[in-house]
Every structure is written in C-alpha cells, then in structure tokens.
C-alpha cells in the first residue's frame, strides 16, 4: 500500500483503528455505564477533573475535555442534583462559577477512578513488560 509523505500506509490506518475498535470494546468506553459504574465515560472524565483540579471552572472544564458548553451545563446540573457539585461565584469574575466536588464525592470517587485501572490490569497482564514499557515510551515522547 502506498505510503504518504510521513511514511504512513493504508495498512497503517486499518492496523490503528482495529486497535481502536479493540480497545473501546475492552474497556467499556462506548457503554452507557462506564464498567458497571452509573456514570458514562464523559460524566466520569468531568468527575475525574473535578476532583483533581480541587477548583475549577465549567469554561475550563469544557476547553480540557472539548466538550460542548451546553453539554457539559447539563452534566454539572445534574451532579448539582445529585449533591456531587457545589457552585459558588468566583471573587475575581462574578460571571464565572468555582465548581468543588463534595465531600461525598471526593470519598466515591475512588472506586470509580480505580475500576478502568482494575480493567487495564486485567488487560496487560499477558503482555510482556518490555512492550508495556515500549508502549508506555512512545506514549511519553509525543
């Protein structure tokens, strides 16, 4: 197959995304519960940023995660709902809201941040270290 200026071959491309397909189907990320949790995959990343940002505004979140505003309005709505997320004015800019996560959030949060490392282990473990550690380099270098 010919190859384009990068070196890159049509056998390339369709290498990459069986991989894709693959890796969406073992790890759960096109399933409406992310690994038999309540949450979808981008409920769990706006979670994810949530408490590991301690602060952070909705236009932050929306930007890191290239989510749409509105989109991302109804997930914080209903976490809101839910007693997940607290809002309050930011002292700097009336306009904008600090979101927190709640205390009860932040102690389930663990579970669910632990099941897709739970998942990725189960995966890996097959795989030679060596190509682990291969992966994880050509991962870190781009």
Same mark, same amino acid.
């Given at each position: 197959? +010919?190859a384009?200026?990068s070196g890159i071959? &049509?056998?390339?491309i369709?290498?990459f995304r069986g991989?894709?397909?693959?890796y969406?189907? $073992?790890?759960g990320?096109?399933?409406e519960? !992310? *690994? /038999?949790s =309540?949450y979808? *995959?981008?409920?769990?990343?706006?979670?994810? &940023?949530l408490v590991?940002?301690?602060e #952070?505004t %909705?236009? &932050?979140i %929306?930007? $890191?995660?290239?989510? /749409? +505003?509105?989109?991302?309005?109804? #997930? !914080?709505?209903?976490?809101e /709902? /839910?007693g997940?997320v607290?809002?309050?004015v930011?002292?700097?800019?009336a306009?904008q %809201?600090i *979101?927190t996560v709640t205390?009860?959030r932040? =102690?389930?949060f663990a579970? *669910?941040n &632990?099941?897709p490392?739970?998942r %990725?282990?189960?995966?890996?473990e097959?795989?030679p270290?060596?190509? #682990?550690? =291969?992966?994880a380099?050509?991962?870190a270098?781009?």
């Amino acid at each position: 197959m +010919p190859a384009t200026g990068s070196g890159i071959t &049509e056998n390339h491309i369709t290498v990459f995304r069986g991989f894709n397909r693959f890796y969406t189907r $073992e790890t759960g990320t096109l399933q409406e519960d !992310l *690994l /038999d949790s =309540e949450y979808s *995959l981008t409920q769990a990343r706006v979670l994810y &940023e949530l408490v590991t940002q301690g602060e #952070i505004t %909705a236009g &932050e979140i %929306a930007r $890191e995660l290239v989510l /749409d +505003p509105g989109y991302l309005s109804r #997930i !914080l709505r209903k976490f809101e /709902d /839910d007693g997940l997320v607290k809002r309050r004015v930011s002292t700097g800019d009336a306009r904008q %809201a600090i *979101l927190t996560v709640t205390r009860r959030r932040k =102690e389930s949060f663990a579970d *669910l941040n &632990e099941r897709p490392n739970r998942r %990725a282990r189960s995966l890996l473990e097959g795989v030679p270290a060596s190509k #682990i550690a =291969e992966l994880a380099h050509r991962h870190a270098n781009r």
